[in-house]
């Protein structure tokens, strides 16, 4: 009988925990076995199989590909490959599923795995918080299936980048656009910087060699600290913009001309505007971007749709709408070409480049300047996103609590949590997904009415936590 297997790892979106305590030899093998049975069951016969930069990933890859060839699966091993490339490889090889060792932008000692399944439309499609579940199931009663599968190999690099740059490619009468590119030492770096140049770009590199210690910083676009090299850099250089990646390269940060971070609910402002002018439709983006974007996307001829965090969540909601656009404050931002279906760090950056290009040709800005583009966009007073630990067993109670306390009074949205509109701002708190613990994200037309705004939610969650706790 194989270990048991922490029930915790299976999150909403993913498997993930910690190396050595979490996951071991023998935990890999069961999640392998319960990988394969789950495929084998809808059917599947072929997944592609790939690994981050981690120090632990290529020993729990090939622990993992032996699981799944003993439950007949059939494996092909796309080696040390970003998150997007193995969703790429899934369709260019015409895969039934995919799936890659990685821990996405979380700490050293983290390692997981990310699932994929093949859809006839879109190519592909991030397993549900249900097919997590059922593959959790299937680890804690050990009923897998067994077979033989084979093993093959393939390097499908050089054809995402030339999918890439026939999807895009920038105006030769741009000049050669100077940016930075910080891989944040994890596995996207390489094939980033072969990808921009080859759409057109100009590219200087920043710890672009793949290291699992990652030793100049985290790689995780969405805090400000990991943003301050690439901030220095381009201001160094004169460079036009900075992009940095997570350590699987499926979301984007950015930084403009002057160094400052542009936060994705504002350069998809950018993308939007390009996208609707070419087709009118919706865009799809999570509860924590701000007013200015869904103000943006309706002035633009869009649709907005605010929609759960997650990009499972967001991903879904766009084959439900027929999205030309989706993204999450977090970096997740979603293209709707055909190959690149899904988010990725490395098409999003090539994308926004492209766009502030064509704003520029049609005359909309005088240069593809990331400042101009946003000028007539007013950028909020918020506050960065929050965490409140609460217990597991009453975090969705404090959820219901704080509905019922505001909803006959101000406009509630409540698809993920609970996002009350004050008037001049807007607080959120919602129930992590992840971890024990809410989420809280406030934007206000003034600092007063922030604190305020943010004082007055936050009051509101302490009042459950005294009336339970009494």
């Known amino acids: 009988m194989a270990d048991r297997v922490n029930p915790a790892i299976f999150r909403a979106y993913d498997i993930r925990g910690l190396v050595d305590v979490d996951l071991t030899d023998a935990t890999l093998k069961t999640l392998g076995q319960a990988v394969g049975t789950y495929f084998r069951e809808l059917g599947a016969q072929t997944l592609v199989v790939g690994r981050d930069a981690r120090l632990s990933s290529p020993h729990f890859q090939a622990i993992f590909i032996a699981a799944l060839r003993s439950t007949g699966i059939d494996v092909i091993n796309i080696g040390e490959t970003p998150t997007p490339l193995m969703y790429f490889a899934l369709e260019h090889v015409r895969a039934d599923g995919g799936a890659i060792i990685s821990a996405s932008h979380n700490p050293p000692e983290y390692n997981g795995i990310k699932l994929r399944r093949s859809h006839p439309t879109y190519g592909g499609e991030p397993l549900t918080s249900a097919a997590i579940q059922e593959i959790g199931r299937l680890a804690s009663s050990q009923e897998f299936v067994t077979g033989q599968g084979r093993l093959d190999e393939a390097d499908v690099s050089a054809a995402y980048v030339q999918s890439v740059s026939r999807l895009i490619h920038l105006p030769q009468q741009a000049g050669r656009l100077r940016i930075v590119l910080d891989g944040g030492n994890g596995v996207a770096g390489p094939l980033a910087l072969r990808t921009l140049e080859a759409i057109g770009a100009e590219v200087i590199p920043l710890y672009i060699e793949p290291d699992g210690r990652f030793p100049h910083h985290h790689p995780d676009p969405l805090k400000a600290e ?154 909020l007073p918020a506050l960065a996103e929050g965490r409140i630990p609460f217990a597991e067993e009453t975090k969705f109670q404090v959820i219901d609590y704080v509905r019922n306390r505001f909803a006959s009074q101000y406009p509630v949205i409540d698809v993920d949590g609970v996002r009350v509109d004050f008037g001049h701002g807007w607080g959120l708190v919602r129930a992590s997904n992840t971890e024990p613990s809410l989420t809280t994200r406030f934007e206000a037309t003034t600092d007063e009415r922030l604190h305020i705004i943010r004082d007055t939610l936050l009051a509101a969650v302490e009042d459950f936590r005294t009336a339970y706790e009494a």
């Not at 649709?303 to 990009?311: E, H, I, L, S």
């Not at 990725?344 to 005359?363: E, P």
């Open 226 to 379: 990991n943003l301050a090299d690439l901030s220095a850099m381009v201001q160094k250089t004169g460079a036009m913009l900075g992009v940095a990646l997570d350590g699987d390269g499926d979301r984007l940060g950015v930084v403009d001309a002057q160094g400052n971070i542009v936060w994705a609910d504002r350069y998809l402002i950018v993308l939007a505007r390009y996208l609707l002018a070419q087709r009118a439709g919706p865009v799809v983006f999570d509860v924590k971007c701000s007013t200015v974007l869904e103000d943006a996307i309706r002035a633009a001829g869009g649709t907005p749709v605010m929609w759960k965090t997650g990009y499972s969540n967001i991903s879904a909601k766009m084959r439900e709408t027929n999205a030309v656009l989706g993204g999450e404050l977090s970096g997740h931002t979603f293209a709707t070409y055909p190959g690149h279906y899904y988010d990725d760090g490395t098409f999003a950056a090539a994308h926004l480049l492209y766009a502030l290009c064509q704003l520029s040709a049609n005359g909309e800005i005088a240069t593809p300047d990331l400042t101009e583009a946003l000028a007539p966009y007013p950028m």
